[in-house]
């Protein structure tokens, strides 16, 4: 190992992959559950591997230009990590995102140097609950501002550069396991990391079975959708189809509520000391229903997305 390093982005990838084995004994289901422990990349998020793959890709299209800002829609980890790797880089960065999500997320990317540009929600929404129609709002604010700013639009929804930055990841989980993932379940956000994983994987043995994860009344690709459901869960069930996912990977869906997020969370933090959001306490109770159903004594690969910091605005561990 090197003695140091000479940029921040250096430190971005090559994290841990935890055998859950407190919890199995804790919760009693049968096999193992491998967590992918991507929030100890530098800002606390698995956004960091995009941050640095998509930027470094758009250097060498010559899509993005020395001196030219560069401008995102996010809910928040996404923002955090660009706005890390355009200070490293030495680019501006205009984030644009919507007023439901944590205060903590806005005040990490005003400390890493980038401008935020906050949407009001939809009529009607919650606070804390971000919505399809809360999305689209933000997106009608930042396509407005790349076309006024002249910015590299880092567009994490639409740009295919997202999956192919996090199946470096997924090649660490496959030899971190020494081969032994049978299956993985990831959350829907942009579907990143749900099609990095998923073809990575499936590519190394195509038997791999890979299930989407969905907020409960929110869950488009398994096709539950309740009218006017929504969801504190930040970071994705947006209710519709994502641009950059094939649903030809998806081996099945599983749909989870708030309160069993919320509560997988807290016991990921009491019983393995992990301290993490929303998406993860999903990818988690995902994985332990299918391993007390049809993937009973299989070997399962999940993220664990961000930090539980991130979150101490909200109620998810006011306990």
Known sequence: MEKFITSITQAIGNTPLLRLDRLREHLGYEGHIYAKLEHMNPTSSKKDRIALGMIEIAEQKGL???GQPVLEMTSGNTGTAVAMVCSAKGYSFICVMSKGN???RVRMIKALGGKVVLVDQAPNAERGKVSGEDMKLVEEVAERMVAETGAFYFNQFQNHDNAASHQPAALEMWVQSRGQIQAFADFIGTGGTFMGY???LKG???AIRCYAV???GCAH???EIIPGASHVIQGGGYAKDME?????YMDGYVTVTCEESAEMCQVL???EGIFTGFSSGANLMAAVKQLQGPERGSHFGIVINDCGLKYMSTDLFCL
């Open 204 to 206: 190394l043995n195509p």
């Open 198 to 200: 998923s073809r990575a």
């Open 102 to 104: 944590s205060v903590e």
């Open 269 to 271: 933090a009491k019983v």
């Open 244 to 248: 950059i996912v094939d649903k030809t």
């Open 214 to 216: 969905e907020p409960h």
């Open 64 to 66: 993005l230009k020395p």
């Open 221 to 223: 690709y398994k096709g």
